[in-house]
């Protein structure tokens, strides 16, 4: 996806996320730690410029409730959450940049529930790649991309990236397997 696929991406997510509400400001939007908050702030951005509403938004990161965080070699990196509102009642949007086994959205769901419990919970992605291992599906999908396992996307945000784009690599063969 070029810079304009993904502002035009943008654009249809901010229509989709208010269509079914007669007040823009029931849903809270959540970005998921790094790249959905940013791929989130954009679309509150738009929606801000366009609809002139101001849903509310917050910042998610599932280290702790991801269920192999402890298998992990590394240390995890943990990362802010910030939710500024009650989630009680609220239909809640979790943007995230790539869908692919569903493990961290499960995980951001676990996070949610710790904080309160929103009447809904639908989830955006910029991209899903297939290779589901929990039943869990987007509500909002910028683009569906079939890969290969040896596969990766990487989804580019300006901010961080210095570029907005979509690619996908083929990522190289661990020997030591």
């Known amino acids: 996806m070029t810079e304009e696929d993904l502002n035009r991406t943008y654009m249809r997510f901010a229509h989709q996320f208010l269509e079914p509400f007669d007040d823009p400001t029931q849903p809270a939007i959540i970005g998921m730690q790094t790249r959905g908050v940013h791929m989130g702030r954009r679309i509150l951005e738009i929606i ?85 291992e929990l039943p869990v599906a987007a509500d909002y999908v910028g683009m569906t991309v079939p890969t290969y396992e040896r596969e990766e996307v990487r989804v580019k945000v300006k901010d961080l990236d210095g570029e907005d784009a979509v690619y996908v690599v083929e990522t190289p063969e661990d020997d030591n397997e």
């Open 48 to 132: 801000e410029d366009k609809f002139g509403a101001k849903p509310d938004f917050g910042v998610l990161d599932v280290t702790f409730y991801r269920d192999d965080f402890r298998t992990k070699l590394k240390m995890p990196e943990v990362q802010i959450t910030e939710i500024p509102f009650d989630l009680y009642n609220r239909d809640v949007i979790l943007v995230d940049d790539v869908l692919y086994t569903g493990r961290t959205v499960r995980s951001a769901m676990d996070a949610l529930m710790a904080y309160g419990r929103p009447r809904s919970i639908k989830f955006c992605c910029m991209v899903d790649r297939g290779h589901r």
